[in-house]
């Protein structure tokens, strides 16, 4: 029997391969876009050529950051949202317990 969650895990992992190689693949073709613009024949062409790279590399594993970083907080919210009951519960528990506390103070 296969788990649920063993589906997924598998299904999120290919999901990564294929984005890692689309990455791959956009950075390549940018690359050739860059040396196409640039025309590199000296080393200080060569140079301007890898900055600019690193500058737009860097620039979208800026951006694919911040959209984790969203879905993080998107998950943590609708988390916080699902379990909102149990919160409501442990209140419950802590004011039963203050009262125990109370209630062995005055005796």
Do not use: E
């Amino acid at each position: 029997m296969v788990w649920p969650s063993t589906k997924r895990h598998v299904l999120l992992a290919i999901g990564t391969v294929i984005v890692l190689l689309i990455l791959i693949f956009i950075g390549v073709w940018l690359w050739g876009v860059l040396s196409g613009y640039i025309q590199p024949k000296t080393p200080t062409d060569k140079r301007a050529l890898v900055k600019g790279f690193v500058v737009i590399a860097s620039g979208m594993v800026a951006t694919l950051t911040a959209i984790a970083a969203v879905g993080n907080l998107i998950d943590a919210r609708r988390n916080l949202q699902n379990h909102g009951q149990p919160c409501s519960n442990n209140a419950t528990f802590n004011r039963r317990a203050q009262d125990g506390r109370t209630a062995r103070l005055r005796q």
